[in-house]
């Protein structure tokens, strides 16, 4: 099954804790991106991520972190988690080098929840 | 710099009545844009794009750029077209990083 995969899909975790969510995509695509939905359903870009460039959104704080320990994996780090940082988080992939035509495909979402 | 705004957060109407999905883009060069759609309990997906000019499931999208506008149409709603649309833009800056409308929760009443 071709697609954007991300686990895992619930992550409920303390303040202060720190965790990951993992993103694969088996499409073949080279770029990678993360996304944050906050309560109000807003999707705002946080990182875009091919082998040459990572591109960070400059209001991302630097608790948060992606790894790509390869072209199909691009993993979401967060340190120190707050309350604010509740949110379902989108990873999402496009082909070729980030053309801005490209079409993206998302995955489902992970909803983290911060206590 | 860019922004995207989708002036409804809700839109009902019924089945069979017209619907248009009102977007507004602030972008300084050409942009690119696209309409997504999320699905209840389904993920995020492209519905159409400008560059296109494509019809998808009934809709169209016209970018008007004297109005900066690129309002998604139907003729005929259905109810499975219920769903939460989001307008997004892109543009020849680098990055293919989307920017995205808040969102305009459609739905369908019987």
């Known amino acids: 099954d071709t697609a954007v995969s991300q686990t895992p899909k619930y992550l409920v975790t303390q303040m202060g804790n720190d965790k990951s969510i993992k993103c694969e995509q088996n499409?073949?695509?080279?770029?990678m991106y993360w996304y944050k939905q906050d309560s109000k359903k807003f999707l705002k870009i946080m990182f875009s991520?091919?082998?040459?460039?990572?591109?960070i959104n400059e209001t991302v704080p630097n608790r948060f972190s992606p790894k790509s320990p390869d072209k199909a994996h691009l993993n979401l780090h967060i340190n120190s988690l707050e309350l604010g940082d509740s949110a379902v988080y989108f990873c999402?992939?496009?082909?070729?080098?980030?053309?801005?035509?490209?079409?993206?495909?998302f995955g489902p979402g992970t909803r983290l929840t911060v206590l | 710099a860019q922004r995207v705004t989708q002036p409804e957060k809700l839109l009902s109407v019924f089945k069979g009545a017209p619907v248009e999905l009102k977007c507004n883009y602030s972008?300084?060069?050409?942009?690119?844009l696209f309409w997504y759609v999320q699905y209840s309990r389904q993920r995020l997906q492209l519905l159409l794009r400008?560059?296109s000019r494509e019809s998808i499931k009934g809709f169209t999208a016209d970018l008007n750029k004297g109005e900066t506008s690129f309002h998604l149409k139907k003729p005929f709603a259905q109810e499975e077209d219920s769903a939460m649309y989001y307008c997004?833009?892109?543009?020849?800056?680098?990055?293919?990083?989307?920017?995205f409308g808040t969102g305009t929760r459609l739905t369908v009443i019987p």
């Open positions: 999402a992939s496009s082909q070729g080098g980030g053309g801005f035509t490209d079409t993206q495909y």
């Open positions: 499409l073949g695509h080279d770029t």
């Open positions: 991520y091919n082998n040459k460039e990572l591109i």
């Open positions: 972008y300084s060069g050409s942009p690119e």
């Open positions: 400008h560059i």
């Open positions: 997004a833009l892109s543009g020849r800056n680098g990055a293919n990083n989307l920017f």
